[in-house]
C-alpha cells in the first residue's frame, strides 16, 4: 500500500496581499517559507521516493523545503529536480539519469500549474469584489464551469491535471512508491476529486489550506482506503 503525500505551497507573497496569483511565479513570503518547515516537521515519520510540483517557483520552493527540512523524509536520498519528459514545455535535453539509490526526483510539469485566472491576476480579491460585485466574484472563484475573464475554469483545470496524475503518478504509486505532489489549490482540488469521486458540486466546497499535508493511503487498485490531515 503506498501514500500519497499532496501538499498545497505555502503562503506567497501575493496569497498575503489577497491578489489573484494563477500563473504569476510569485514566491512563498516568509510565512510560506515556515509553513513548508512546519510540514516537513509534521511529516517526519514518512518516506518518499518521488515527487512532483509545478512550474511555478511557489511550489518548488514548497516541495525542496519540505524534502531538504524533513531529516528522514527522503530516506538519504537527495531532491534532484528534473524536467519531465512527456511535459510538451521541455525540449528534452535532460539525459542525466542519475542513481534511484542516491537521488530522489523531483519532477516539474505544468500540469501541475496552479488554475490560469486570466484577467483576475495581480487584482486584489476585496477590490474586486466591490467592482464586480461579491456574487459574481465568488462565481469567478468557486464555480465548476465559469471561468473568469480571458481564464480557466476549475473543469478545464481537472481535464489537464488528472489525465497527467493518471498517466505519469498513479504508475509510481502502483509500484509502491510514496509519492509527494507540493502544488496549488486548484490543482490539488481537481486531484481530490478524482480520488474521492466527488461530484461537481461537492468539489467547489472543498478549501485546502497552505502547508498542510494530506495523506492518502491507495491499495493495488488505485483506491482510497484512508485519508489523514495533519492540521
Not at 84 to 89: Q, S
Request: hydrophobic share 40%; with cysteine; proline share 3%.
Amino acid at each position: 500500500m503506498a501514500k500519497l503525500i499532496l501538499v498545497r505551497h505555502g503562503q506567497s507573497l501575493w496569497n498575503a496581499e489577497n491578489k489573484f496569483t494563477g500563473w504569476v511565479d510569485v514566491p512563498l513570503g516568509a510565512q510560506g517559507r515556515a509553513e513548508a518547515t512546519i510540514a516537513a516537521d509534521k511529516l517526519e515519520t514518512y518516506r518518499v521516493r518521488v515527487c512532483f510540483t509545478s512550474l511555478l517557483f511557489r511550489a518548488i520552493e514548497t516541495a525542496i523545503i519540505i524534502l531538504t527540512e524533513g531529516d528522514d523524509l527522503c530516506d538519504g536520498r537527495i531532491p534532484i529536480i528534473k524536467h519531465d519528459v512527456d511535459d510538451e514545455d521541455w525540449h528534452g535535453w535532460d539525459k542525466y539519469k542519475g542513481d534511484p539509490e542516491q537521488e530522489l526526483p523531483v519532477y516539474l510539469s505544468s500540469r501541475l500549474d496552479e488554475r490560469y485566472y486570466g484577467e483576475l491576476q495581480g487584482l486584489n480579491k476585496a477590490e474586486t469584489a466591490v467592482e464586480f460585485g461579491t456574487e459574481q466574484v465568488q462565481l469567478w472563484r468557486r464555480s465548476y464551469a465559469v471561468a473568469p475573464p480571458g481564464g480557466e475554469s476549475l473543469e478545464a483545470t481537472v481535464k489537464r491535471t488528472v489525465p497527467f496524475f493518471r498517466d505519469r503518478i498513479l504508475k509510481h504509486l502502483m509500484d509502491g512508491d510514496n509519492v509527494l505532489i507540493a502544488a496549488h489549490g486548484n490543482s490539488l482540488r481537481a486531484i481530490i476529486m478524482h480520488l474521492e469521486k466527488l461530484t461537481e458540486a461537492a468539489i467547489v466546497n472543498v478549501e485546502i489550506g497552505t502547508g498542510i499535508p494530506i495523506i492518502y493511503d491507495l491499495n493495488a487498485n488505485g483506491q482510497v482506503t484512508d485519508k489523514v490531515i495533519l492540521h
